[in-house]
């Protein structure tokens, strides 16, 4: 069975900092990348970070660089989020996904986690 359970998310004031946890089982994690989205009310789905397998190449949307910082622990199978500066237009529910190595589309996802920054 596989579990991909999001953690870590609340309310928050503009400037402040939130991390989120991915916490998986149930798949080899270390042959896996792992990506962050997020999806915001009536918006569609979006991009936010990724990482490789072995955390080596790591992608991240240009309107979080430099804010957010995503990272894995593969002793763990757990990868995170650390969001900091939150804006207003970061609110949303977050959503983390695995996608094995090759892969086009992500193959498991967790339930999400909502993050909401006010200002």
């Known amino acids: 069975q596989v579990d991909v359970v999001e953690s870590g998310g609340g309310a928050v004031q503009a400037g402040g900092s939130v991390r989120l946890s991915c916490a998986t089982s149930?798949?080899?994690?270390?042959?896996?990348?792992m990506g962050w989205f997020r999806q915001a009310p009536g918006k569609e789905r979006e991009f936010v970070a990724s990482?490789?397998?072995?955390?080596?190449?790591?992608y991240y949307e240009d309107s979080v660089k430099g804010r957010f910082t995503v990272s894995r622990d593969n002793g763990k199978n757990t990868v995170y989020l650390q969001m900091n500066n939150l804006k207003p237009e970061d609110t949303a529910v977050y959503y983390c996904g695995a996608r094995r190595m090759g892969a086009s589309a992500y193959d498991y996802w967790g339930q999400g986690t909502q993050v909401t920054v006010s200002s």
């Open positions: 990482t490789s397998a072995s955390g080596g190449v790591i």
């Open positions: 149930g798949f080899t994690f270390s042959r896996y990348a």
